[in-house]
C-alpha cells in the first residue's frame, strides 16, 4: 500500500524552509517573479502521477438503502420494487439503480453500518466527522480533512470545492480548527467562485502593472526579513491569478454537449459533470450534494424520481473515472446522514434509521465489485460486517493513502485525524 | 563592537538573578529580562513604532499628517506621550472592547444575546474603567435574568449552557489551559493535564443548565409572549469518569480548579439544597452556588492562572506572541519563554487592580515592546561566546535531567498513594449517596404523609362548615315544625332538612375518621424519615476523615506536580537556550562553509580560464599553421608555375635553335650555290654564328628548369612540414578541449556548492532571527484582524476621516457645545467619543465583509493568520476597496493625482499608507509608474495604492 500522507502535504504547515522548498522544487527562485512555474501542465503531471483525490455525494435527508443498494423485494419490508442483477454475479441492486448496476464491478457496497443517530444534525455530524456530537466538540468534516492531507502545498486552487445545489459562493465551515484554507469553497449551483472576474474598470494590462508593483513592494519588505506568514500572503495573490486564468475550469458548459447531455440536463447531472471536470483539473476534494431524501411520505414515488437523477448521473460519472483511468486515484463515496426505516409508515413513507443501512466506496484502495457486510432478511439488523461511521471515516482516509492513525500539528496541537479509539475497516483495504 | 553585540547572548543564556523592586515601572522590570538582539538595534524607528503602537492601541494605524508631525517631534517623551493620547482616544475603548469580544466569543452566533447589546456592554465597561476581573466576574456570575447584566450572560447563554463547551472555552479563555484533550482520559500528549483537572472544572458547571421562559414583550401596541432563554443551575454533586482507555478504574470529583484541591462545599441534607427548587420555566437557586464559587476564587486577585492568563494573553496582543504559546497551551512542555517575567506580569497585572490599559501602557513603553522589526547587520558577532555557552549548557543539562526524572518518579509515587486514598473513599461516597437517596426518599414520603393530613382536615373543615348551618337550620325548622304541627309542606321541608343534617353529621364522621387515620399514618413516615438520617449522618461521618486522608494525599500530589513542572520548565527552558545558542555557534562554521566554497569556486574559476587560455593559445596557433600551410600551398604552387614557365622557354629555345640551325644549313647551301653571293654567303654565316651563339645559350635555359624543379621540391617538402605541424596541432586540440569541459563542469559544482552553502547560512540566520522574534529581540510580524484591516483600510484611504468630519458636523449642527463646553476637557471628550461612535455606526456595516473573507470560523481561535485566494480576489476584483481608493475629498489617491513632483507623490503614498517615507528605489519605482501612466494618472495612483493596501507591509503589524 502507498500511503501519500507525509510527503508533498501541508501537514507539514507553513515551516519557511518546507514552504520555499517546495516553491524552489517547483523550480521559482523567487516569489517576485510571478508563477510562471506553477502553470497547470506541471501540477497535472505531478497530480497524475501521484496525487489523490476524494469525491463525495452526499444525499441529504437520509437516502433508502432498500431501494438503492440493499433490496429486500419480497418481504414484509421490501416494498413494491425488485431487485435486478449487476455487473458482478451473485449483487443485486435495487431496480431503480439499472444503469449503476451495470457499473457494479467498480463499486464496493458497505451494507452493515449502524451509526446508531438518528437525529438529521447529530447523523450527519457522525458521519461527515467520524465522531460523535458532544459537548464542546466541533470537528471538522471529512472533506477538509483529505483536503489538509492531499492538497499539495503549491497547488493554486481551492483544494476542497463543495458544489451546492443553490445559493452564493462563499467559503464553508467545515473545517473547523484545521483552518479556513481547508473550508470548501462554495460554487452555488455551479457557478464559478466570487470575484473570480476583473472588474471592466481595470485593463490586463494596468492589472499585469499594478501586480507587478505590488509584487516588487512585496520582495522589498521580505529582502528585509523573510517570513513564512509574509511569504504566504503574498502567494495567495499569486493563487488568486491562477484561479481567475484557470476560470474555466469552473465552467461545466465548456465539457462536450454530449457528455451533458448523457450526464443529465438537471442540477445533479451539470453537478456531477462539473465535479468530473474539476477533478480531471487536479481538485483534491470534491463535494456535491443530492436533495432532498427525507421521504417520510410516499417513499417510493419519491424514490423513483430521485434516484432516475442519481442512477444516470452517478453510471456516468463511475463509468467515465474508470475509462480515463482515474479511479485508481480516485476515492468516491455516497453518503447520507442515516438510511430509512424498514418498516412502511401509514404514509407510504419510511422514517430515519441509523442501525443497518448502506454507503457506497469506490476506487483507490477499495476493493472493486464487493459487497461487505450482510443485514438480515428483512433488514431490520446487521448480521455481518457491522461498522460504524468512526470505522468508515478511518476507511475513507485509509483508501485515499492518508494514515488515518496519524496526527495533524494545528498551531501548536497534535490533533488526531481520526477517532483515535476506533479503526478502519481493515479488510476490505486493498 | 564585538563586545556589545553579545547582549543579546547574554540575556538569551545567563539566568541572571533578577533583583524585583516592587517601586519600579513594570516596563522597567520587563527590560530587566528581556535584550535586544544587538545594541546596534535596540529601539525601532519614530515611524515604526508609531504605526505599531497605534495598530495595536487604536486598531488602525495613524495618518501621513501624524506621522510627520512625531517624527519632527524632538521631545525626548514623545513616545510616552503618545502612548497616553492612544489610551485616551475613544478608539482605544472601541479596539479593546472588539478584543475582548474576539477572544471571549470567537465569532459564536448570536443566539441570545444581541452583538450590539454585547459590544455596549463590553464597551460601557471599558468606558467606565472596570478592570478585567470585575468583567470576568460578571460573566462568570451573569444568568441573563437581570436585562442589565443580561449581555454579560452571553459568554453562557451563546454556548447553550453546555457544561463541556463552557469547561473547555473557561479553561482556554479565563486560566489558559485548553483541557479538551483530558475529558476522556488523561491528555495523550501532555502529562500536565489530567482527567481529574477536566472534571474538577466541569464539577463547578455540569450542575448549569438553560432554562427557557415565557416573557410578554411590548411590541409596538401589541403585547407578544416570547420565550427567553436564562441560564440556571442546579445542586451539584459529584461528578464520576473513568478513562476511556482504563475502563473499569473509576474516579470520583467535586469542583476543584486546576492545580487545587476539590472544594469544601457546606452539607446540605436533601431537600435544603434549594432556595427556588427546579421546576419548568422556572431558574432554579441552589442556596450553594458552585458557579458563583468559581468566579469568585477565579477572580479574587490570588489566582496564579487566572492573573497570568490574561497578563499573557494581553502580552500577546501587544507582542505578538505570549510569553507562553499558544496562549491557551500553558503546560510544562510548552512553558513560557520567561517564566520569572510571566509571574512577575501575573502579579502586577493584579497589582494594579486589573486595569488592562494601565497594563498595555506598561508593556507599550517597555524597550521589548519597541524592538526593531529588521535583524541586526551583525549576526556573527555574537557566536564565539555562544560557543562557549553551549558547552557549560550541555553541561548543566544532565544536573537538570537528574533532578527532572526524580521530580517525575516523586510525581508518579504521589499519584499511587492518591489514587489509593481517592479509591478508598469511594465505596463511603457511594454510601452515601444511597443513604441521601434513601433519606430523600423518606422525606418525600414523609411530605406526602404530611400533606394527605392536610387535605384531609382540609376536607373535613369544608363538610363541618356545610353541616353547622344545616344544622342550625334543622334545628330551626323542627321549631317551626312544632309551631305549625299541620304544615305539611314544612313538616316534610323539615324532615329534609333533618336528612340532609344526617348525612352530613355522617360524612362529618366517616372525613374525621379519615382524618386521624391519616394522621396516625404519618407516625410511620416520620419514623423513617427520623431513620434515614442517621446513615447519612453515619456516612458523613465516616467520609470525613477519609476526605481529609485524601486531601493531604493530593495536596502531596500537587506539590510534586508544582516540582515536577518546575524541573520540566527548567528543562525546557534550557533546551531553549542551548537551542538558540547552538544555532548562533553553528553561524561562523556555516559562514565558513560560505567562503571556502567561494574560494573554491574562484579557484576552480581560474582552472577554469587558465584551460580556456591554453586552449585559446592553442587555438591561435592552430590559425597560424593553418595560414602557413596555404602560404607554403601557394609557394609550391608558384614553383610548379616558375617550373612549367622554364621549361616552356627551354623548349622553346631548342625549337629556334632547330629553326636557325636549318636555316643556317639552308642558307650554307644556298650559298655554296651562289659561291659569290657575298650578301647571301654572310648571311649564312651570320645564320651559322647565330646557333652557334643559340647552341651555347641552352645551358643557361636548363640550369633555369633545374632550379625551377629545385624550388618545387623545396617548396613540396616545406609544405609538408606545415601540413604535419598543422595536424599535429590539431590533434592536441580535443584533450585541452576536454580539460576545458571539465574545468567548466567544476565551475558549474562549485557554483551550486556555493548557492548550497549560502542556503544553509541564510536559514540558519534566519532560524536565529526567529528564535530572536519568540525571545522578544526582535519584533514579530502579527496579522491584523479583519476588524483592525477594515478599520485600517478607512484610515489610509480617508473614508475614516471624512466620515469622522461629517459626524462631528451633524453633531454640532444638533447640539452645538457652548464656549464654556468647549473649555471643559470632560465635554471635549465626550464629544469625541459621540463623534466616534456615530462614526463607527456609519461605517460598521464593512465589518461583516471583511470578517466574512479574513475571519476565522467560528468558535475556533481567531488569531491564527491564513491567506486564501478568494481574499485576494476580493482585494484586487471586489468592488469594496476599489470604491474607497477611487480619487475624491483630497484622499491619498487624489493627492498624488494632483503632486507636482514624483518625489512628492511617493512621499504622500508611503507617508500615508505605510506611515513611513520611502526608500529611493521605491520613490524611483512610483516615479516611473506614474511617467509610463501621464495620460491616465489617475487610474496609476489608484493602482500604486492598491499595490501597497496589498502588500504584505500593510496586511501585517511588525
Known amino acids: ?430 | 563592537m564585538r563586545a556589545t553585540a553579545s547582549l543579546a547572548l547574554l540575556g538569551l543564556l545567563l539566568q541572571a538573578d533578577i533583583v524585583f523592586a516592587q517601586d519600579q515601572p513594570l516596563h522597567l522590570l520587563i527590560d530587566k529580562h528581556l535584550s535586544p538582539a544587538s545594541s546596534e538595534s535596540v529601539l525601532c524607528s519614530d515611524a515604526e513604532f508609531f504605526r505599531r503602537v497605534s495598530l495595536d492601541l487604536m486598531g488602525a494605524p495613524p495618518t501621513a499628517e501624524e506621522v510627520r508631525a512625531f517624527v519632527a517631534d524632538e521631545s525626548a517623551e514623545k513616545r510616552t506621550q503618545i502612548v497616553d493620547r492612544l489610551l485616551a482616544s475613544p478608539q482605544h475603548t472601541r479596539h479593546l472592547a472588539t478584543t475582548l469580544d474576539l477572544m471571549l466569543m470567537e465569532r459564536r452566533s448570536n443566539a441570545h444575546v444581541p452583538q450590539d447589546d454585547w459590544h455596549n456592554w463590553l464597551l460601557t465597561s471599558l468606558r467606565n474603567d472596570k478592570p478585567w476581573n470585575v468583567i470576568a466576574r460578571e460573566i462568570l456570575t451573569a444568568d441573563g435574568d437581570d436585562k442589565t447584566t443580561r449581555p454579560a450572560a452571553r459568554f453562557f447563554l451563546d454556548r447553550q449552557s453546555e457544561p463541556n463547551l463552557l469547561t473547555r472555552d473557561i479553561g482556554r479563555i479565563f486560566f489558559g489551559r485548553d483541557l479538551q484533550c483530558a475529558q476522556c482520559h488523561d491528555h495523550p500528549n501532555i502529562l500536565d493535564y489530567r482527567q481529574a483537572d477536566y472534571h474538577g472544572l466541569l464539577a463547578f458547571l455540569a450542575p448549569g443548565y438553560a432554562v427557557v421562559r415565557k416573557e410578554t414583550v411590548k411590541e409596538g401596541d401589541k403585547e407578544k409572549t416570547k420565550d427567553v432563554t436564562i441560564h440556571a443551575e442546579k445542586a451539584g454533586s459529584d461528578l464520576t469518569f473513568e478513562s476511556v482507555f482504563m475502563q473499569g478504574n473509576p474516579h470520583r470529583t467535586g469542583p476543584r480548579l486546576f492545580d487545587d484541591v476539590i472544594i469544601d462545599e457546606p452539607f446540605l441534607y436533601p431537600g435544603d439544597e434549594y432556595e427556588v427548587a427546579p421546576a419548568e420555566g422556572v431558574k432554579s437557586i441552589p442556596r450553594f452556588s458552585r458557579r458563583e464559587k468559581l468566579a469568585e476564587l477565579a477572580t479574587n486577585g490570588t489566582h496564579r492562572m487566572f492573573n497570568e492568563n490574561m497578563a499573557n494573553r494581553l502580552w500577546a496582543h501587544m507582542l505578538g506572541r505570549g510569553l507562553v504559546h499558544p496562549v491557551d497551551l500553558h503546560h510544562y512542555e510548552n512553558p513560557p519563554t520567561d517564566p520569572e517575567l510571566l509571574t512577575l506580569l501575573g502579579e502586577r497585572f493584579a497589582a494594579m487592580e486589573f486595569n488592562m490599559s494601565q497594563f498595555l501602557r506598561e508593556i507599550a513603553l517597555s524597550q521589548a515592546y519597541q524592538r526593531p522589526y529588521d535583524p541586526p547587520a551583525y549576526v556573527l558577532a555574537t557566536a564565539s561566546e555562544a560557543a562557549t555557552m553551549v558547552a557549560s549548557l550541555v553541561q548543566e543539562r544532565e544536573a537538570l535531567q537528574q533532578s527532572a526524572d526524580q521530580s517525575s518518579e516523586t510525581f508518579e509515587l504521589a499519584l499511587i498513594v492518591w489514587e489509593a486514598a481517592e479509591a478508598a473513599t469511594l465505596p463511603i461516597a457511594d454510601e452515601l449517596d444511597a443513604a441521601r437517596k434513601a433519606y430523600d426518599e423518606a422525606r418525600k414520603k414523609l411530605v406526602e404523609a404530611q400533606a394527605a393530613v392536610t387535605k384531609a382536615q382540609a376536607e373535613l373543615d369544608q363538610k363541618q362548615a356545610q353541616l353547622t348551618p344545616v344544622q342550625v337550620a334543622t334545628d330551626a325548622a323542627q321549631t317551626a315544625v312544632a309551631t305549625l304541627p299541620d304544615d305539611k309542606e314544612l313538616a316534610a321541608a323539615a324532615a329534609q332538612f333533618a336528612k340532609r343534617a344526617q348525612e352530613l353529621t355522617e360524612a362529618v364522621a366517616t372525613l374525621t375518621k379519615n382524618r386521624d387515620e391519616k394522621t396516625s399514618a404519618v407516625a410511620g413516615p416520620e419514623q423513617s424519615f427520623a431513620a434515614a438520617k442517621g446513615p447519612v449522618d453515619d456516612a458523613v461521618a465516616r467520609l470525613a476523615p477519609l476526605r481529609e486522608t485524601l486531601k493531604l494525599a493530593e495536596q502531596t500530589l500537587l506539590h510534586a506536580r508544582r516540582q515536577m513542572r518546575a524541573d520540566a520548565v527548567a528543562l525546557k527552558a534550557l533546551d531553549e537556550r542551548l537551542e538558540a545558542a547552538s544555532a548562533i555557534a553553528s553561524l561562523p562554521q556555516l559562514r565558513e562553509a560560505v567562503i571556502a566554497s567561494n574560494t573554491a569556486l574562484a579557484a576552480s574559476e581560474t582552472e577554469q580560464m587558465a584551460a580556456q587560455q591554453a586552449l585559446d593559445q592553442h587555438l591561435a596557433q592552430v590559425t597560424e599553421r593553418q595560414s602557413a600551410v596555404t602560404i607554403a600551398e601557394t609557394a609550391v604552387a608558384q614553383a610548379n608555375a616558375s617550373l612549367t614557365e622554364a621549361q616552356a622557354a627551354l623548349t622553346k629555345r631548342v625549337d629556334d635553335i632547330k629553326f636557325v640551325e636549318a636555316a643556317a644549313e639552308t642558307a650554307q647551301a644556298a650559298s655554296e650555290k651562289l659561291p659569290d653571293d657575298m650578301v647571301l654567303a654572310e648571311a649564312a654565316q651570320k645564320l651559322k654564328e647565330r646557333s652557334v651563339s643559340l647552341s651555347s645559350e641552352i645551358g643557361q635555359f636548363e640550369t633555369s628548369v633545374e632550379t625551377a624543379t629545385t624550388a618545387v621540391t623545396s617548396a613540396t617538402t616545406a609544405k609538408q612540414t606545415d601540413q604535419q605541424m598543422l595536424e599535429q596541432s590539431q590533434a592536441e586540440l580535443p584533450p585541452m578541449q576536454e580539460t576545458v569541459a571539465r574545468a567548466q563542469t567544476a565551475v558549474s559544482s562549485a557554483r551550486e556548492q556555493v548557492t548550497q552553502e549560502q542556503a544553509n547560512f541564510d536559514n540558519a540566520v534566519s532560524n536565529v532571527t526567529e528564535h530572536w522574534s519568540s525571545n522578544f529581540s526582535l519584533a514579530s510580524l502579527k496579522a491584523l484582524t479583519p476588524e483592525q484591516l477594515c478599520w485600517s483600510i478607512f484610515q489610509v484611504t480617508g473614508v475614516y476621516e471624512r466620515t469622522w468630519n461629517e459626524q462631528a458636523d451633524e453633531l454640532e449642527k444638533a447640539s452645538p457645545l457652548t464656549d464654556e463646553q468647549k473649555q471643559d476637557p470632560d465635554q471635549l471628550a465626550d464629544r469625541q467619543r459621540e463623534i466616534e461612535q456615530q462614526t463607527y455606526n456609519k461605517l460598521k456595516g464593512n465589518l461583516s465583509t471583511f470578517i466574512k473573507f479574513y475571519g476565522a470560523a467560528a468558535g475556533q481561535p481567531q488569531n491564527d493568520f491564513f491567506a486564501t485566494a478568494d481574499q485576494a480576489m476580493f482585494a484586487a476584483n471586489g468592488g469594496s476597496i476599489l470604491g474607497w481608493i477611487a480619487p475624491t475629498g483630497g484622499n491619498v489617491t487624489e493627492r498624488i493625482v494632483n503632486a507636482e513632483q514624483p518625489q512628492a507623490a511617493a512621499e504622500e503614498l508611503y507617508l500615508s499608507i505605510l506611515n513611513r517615507t520611502p526608500s529611493d528605489a521605491e520613490t524611483a519605482d512610483v516615479t516611473t509608474y506614474l511617467a509610463d501612466r501621464d495620460a491616465d494618472r489617475a487610474a496609476a495612483a489608484q493602482e500604486l495604492v492598491w499595490g501597497l493596501i496589498t502588500s504584505a507591509e500593510f496586511r501585517f503589524n511588525h
Not at chain 1, 25 to 30: E, V
Not at chain 1, 121 to 133: A, C, E, F, I
Not at chain 1, 261 to 285: C, F, I, K, N, Q
Not at chain 1, 347 to 359: L, M, Q
Request: one cysteine or more; proline letters at 5%.
Open chain 1, 1 to 430: 500500500m502507498s500511503i501519500n500522507y507525509a510527503c508533498n502535504t501541508s501537514e507539514h504547515g507553513m515551516a519557511r524552509r518546507g514552504f520555499l522548498g517546495t516553491m524552489a522544487a517547483a523550480g521559482l527562485g523567487t516569489m517576485s517573479g510571478g508563477l510562471g512555474a506553477f502553470t497547470q501542465q506541471a501540477v497535472g503531471d505531478q497530480l497524475k502521477s501521484e496525487q489523490k483525490r476524494v469525491v463525495i455525494w452526499d444525499m441529504h435527508g437520509g437516502i433508502s438503502q432498500l431501494e438503492t443498494f440493499d433490496p429486500k423485494p419480497g418481504t414484509d419490508t421490501g416494498g413494491p420494487f425488485l431487485s435486478i442483477p449487476t455487473s458482478v454475479p451473485g449483487i443485486h441492486l435495487c431496480e431503480l439503480m439499472p444503469l449503476t448496476a451495470q457499473q457494479m464491478h467498480h463499486l464496493c457496497l458497505i451494507r452493515g453500518v449502524d451509526t446508531d443517530e438518528d437525529d438529521h444534525g447529530l447523523g450527519r455530524y457522525k458521519v461527515t466527522t467520524g465522531r460523535p456530537k458532544t459537548g464542546a466538540a466541533n470537528d471538522p468534516q471529512i472533506g477538509a480533512v483529505a483536503a489538509r492531507a492531499l492538497t499539495p502545498e503549491t497547488y493554486a486552487l481551492p483544494g476542497h470545492i463543495m458544489i451546492t445545489p443553490g445559493g452564493g459562493g462563499g467559503r464553508s465551515n467545515d473545517s473547523t480548527y484545521l483552518g479556513p484554507k481547508y473550508a470548501s469553497v462554495q460554487l452555488g449551483n455551479g457557478k464559478p467562485p466570487e470575484n473570480s472576474v476583473l472588474p471592466d474598470t481595470i485593463t490586463v494590462e494596468h492589472d499585469a502593472a499594478r501586480q507587478e508593483y505590488r509584487r516588487r513592494q512585496n520582495e522589498r519588505f521580505l529582502s528585509r526579513r523573510r517570513t513564512a506568514t509574509s511569504e504566504a500572503y503574498g502567494y495567495s495573490y499569486e493563487q488568486a491569478l491562477q484561479m481567475m486564468s484557470q476560470r474555466d475550469i469552473f465552467d461545466v458548459t465548456k465539457e462536450p454537449a454530449k457528455d451533458q447531455e448523457r450526464y443529465g440536463t438537471h442540477d445533479l447531472g451539470r453537478h456531477a459533470l462539473l465535479a468530473r471536470r474539476l477533478l480531471e483539473h487536479g481538485t483534491p476534494v470534491v463535494k456535491l450534494s443530492h436533495s432532498n431524501y427525507d421521504t417520510h411520505h410516499e417513499n417510493f414515488n419519491f424514490h423513483i424520481e430521485q434516484l432516475g437523477e442519481l442512477d444516470r448521473a452517478f453510471s456516468c460519472f463511475v463509468a467515465d473515472l474508470a475509462d480515463r483511468g482515474m479511479l485508481d486515484s480516485t476515492l468516491i463515496i455516497i453518503m447520507s446522514e442515516f438510511g430509512r426505516t424498514p418498516k412502511v409508515n401509514a404514509r407510504y413513507g419510511r422514517d430515519h434509521w441509523s442501525h443497518a443501512w448502506s454507503i457506497v466506496m469506490a476506487g483507490c484502495r477499495m476493493p472493486r465489485g464487493l459487497a461487505y457486510g450482510k443485514t438480515n432478511d428483512n433488514g431490520t439488523d446487521v448480521v455481518d460486517g457491522r461498522v460504524d461511521h468512526a470505522n468508515l471515516f478511518h476507511t475513507y482516509l485509509q483508501a485515499a493513502g492518508v494514515d488515518s492513525t496519524g496526527t495533524f500539528n494545528v498551531e501548536g496541537r497534535e490533533v488526531p485525524l481520526a477517532d483515535p479509539a476506533s479503526h478502519p475497516i481493515e479488510e476490505i483495504l486493498t
